[in-house]
């Protein structure tokens, strides 16, 4: 939600929209592809503090690290294969992305461990 709400609805910090609009109190940004730059490095910056934590302070520590993936839920308007196939698709776009990021990330750690 910080990086869409940040970087593309422009109505938190630092109030960045990803469309051109007459508002001379926003910051204006053309690029719509700007939150999605935001949110991999979200999950870059998340994933290096993992492999810190676990390197340098889990073994004496003990602690456990683990992330949420926030995202708008979606349900069917009725039980047709066309609003079913719409609600998967909705999900896919607005989570699968960064979940697709994440597993891609845990799947490279271990087989590179």
Same mark, same amino acid.
């Given at each position: 939600m910080f990086s869409v709400q940040g970087y593309d609805m422009g109505t938190m910090a630092p109030g960045r929209i990803s469309v051109v609009v007459n508002?001379?109190?926003r910051s204006l940004n053309t690029g719509a592809t700007e939150v999605y730059t935001v949110s991999h490095h979200l $999950?870059?910056?998340h994933a290096a503090a993992v492999k810190l934590?676990?390197?340098?302070?889990q073994s004496c520590q003990?602690?456990?690290?683990?992330?949420?993936l926030v995202s708008h839920w979606f349900e069917?308007?009725?039980d047709s294969e066309d609003d079913q196939n719409a609600t998967k698709?909705?999900?896919d776009f607005m989570l699968g992305w $960064?979940?697709?990021?994440?597993?891609y990330q845990i799947q490279k750690?271990?087989?590179?461990?």
């Open positions: 508002d001379p109190h $999950l870059l910056a934590y676990k390197e340098k302070y003990g602690g456990q690290i683990g992330i949420t069917p308007y009725s698709r909705s999900l $960064l979940v697709f990021f994440y597993i750690y271990f087989l590179d461990s």
